[in-house]
């Protein structure tokens, strides 16, 4: 038997015709294409963290209720009264947990361009994934077009990226809400880009007994460490909490999140420098004729050329050192759109500078 015919017959349909999701090699290379945070720890943290870590028994399982992070999570956020919280190896893995507990040929709707990991694990788990195109102009919701597909798909489950990614906005509130009331569904918040924008909905969770709260430590400067959390109503988190794995939050990430946590004043500085950053970039950006710049509450750009020419750009960069996203290729919304995380002002400067020259190459 060709080895083809046998890796079909053995796996689902879903899964072979699924590509694996990319990651690019950043080696050399000025790294703005992940939205991480730039900055390591000064090195009196890092020897403190050291101290702490010391003390880990790893030839112990991890408390599987990671007990005490929790309680800390739970308090920087004010969860409390009848709201639980789940954590996850990643917000990825709450995502999949999620569709994980959904019916067979359960029904997911998003808009798009979105965070293609919604996409992803549905079709991967066989469910029926819908997006309906955000506005053109300014990437708001479309609230018509999203009523319109809950009232004829009855979704179980919407996922809405506030702020969304990759475009850098936040949706309207108020369409916000009159999608969570007019779905017969749960509807997740995800809030990936918390430390970046004064907006949330987790003070809206009281309101809503089908909203979802999702955030993660990634973006805020922990992305090595897998860690991300979900909160919401404690019967739908106690369902949730049947399909973890019981140890899904090792315990080098509980006591290095607990630690991080107590040292927020080192995020704060970080993350506030990085908003501010955000503006100077986006100023700059904008000051090259013929490139049209998107406002943005994470920590990334999306930024638009001159029809044909992201390619191209993308890959000027790439041989000057840096390295961004390329949206282009996704089409829809994000033809001929590139985005850039923000990074340290040095990095930031390097890709000022590499833009309007290979800018300037191009047209020349
Ligand atoms: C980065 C990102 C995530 C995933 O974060 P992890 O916690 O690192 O898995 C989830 N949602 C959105 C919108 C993101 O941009």
């Not at 991480?36 to 209720?65: G, H, Q, S, T």
């Not at 009855?154 to 990759?166: D, E, K, V």
């Not at 990085?274 to 090259?288: H, K, M, P, T």
């Amino acid at each position: 038997m060709p080895q083809s015919h046998f890796i079909s017959s053995i796996f689902r349909k879903e899964v072979l015709d699924l590509s694996a999701y990319k990651v690019a090699d950043a080696g050399g290379l000025i790294k703005l294409d992940a939205m991480e945070n730039p900055y390591r720890w000064p090195e009196p943290v890092i020897k403190e963290w050291l101290d702490v870590i010391k003390e880990a028994e790893i030839n112990r399982y991890p408390d599987p209720e990671a007990r005490r992070l929790s309680a800390t999570l739970k308090k920087i956020d004010g969860i409390s009264g009848n709201l639980e919280m789940l954590l996850g190896n990643g917000s990825d893995e709450i995502i999949q947990l999620l569709l994980m507990a959904l019916p067979t040929h359960a029904k997911v709707l998003s808009p798009s361009p979105g965070f293609v990991m919604y996409r992803q694990l549905s079709r991967c788990l066989g469910l029926d994934y819908i997006d309906i195109p955000l506005l053109s102009g300014d990437f708001d919701l479309d609230l018509p077009a999203m009523l319109e597909a809950i009232d004829k798909h009855q979704p179980s489950l919407i996922f809405l990226a506030y702020p969304n990614n990759p475009t850098g906005n936040l949706f309207s509130e108020i369409s916000i809400r009159k999608i969570i009331e007019a779905t017969p569904g749960l509807v997740v918040v995800d809030e990936a880009y918390a430390p970046f924008t004064d907006q949330s909905f987790i003070d809206v969770l009281g309101e809503y007994s089908n909203l979802l709260v999702m955030r993660t430590l990634s973006k805020l400067g922990l992305a090595g460490l897998r860690l991300g959390y979900i909160v919401g109503e404690s019967s739908i988190i106690g369902e949730l909490n049947k399909i973890r794995l019981p140890y899904n939050i090792n315990t080098l990430t509980q006591i290095t999140a607990e630690f991080a946590l107590n040292n927020s004043d080192l995020f704060k500085q970080q993350t506030s420098q990085i908003r501010s950053e955000r503006s100077r970039v986006l100023l700059e950006i904008r000051s090259i004729e013929g490139i049209t710049t998107y406002p943005s509450e994470a920590n990334f750009i999306l930024f638009r050329t001159p029809p044909d020419k992201a390619a191209s750009l993308f890959e000027m960069l790439k041989t000057k050192g840096i390295l961004i996203k390329n949206l282009s290729p996704q089409g829809g919304l994000l033809l001929d759109c590139l985005r850039v995380t923000i990074g340290t002002p040095d990095e930031n400067d390097a890709f000022l500078q590499a833009l309007s020259s290979s800018f300037e190459q191009l047209n020349g």
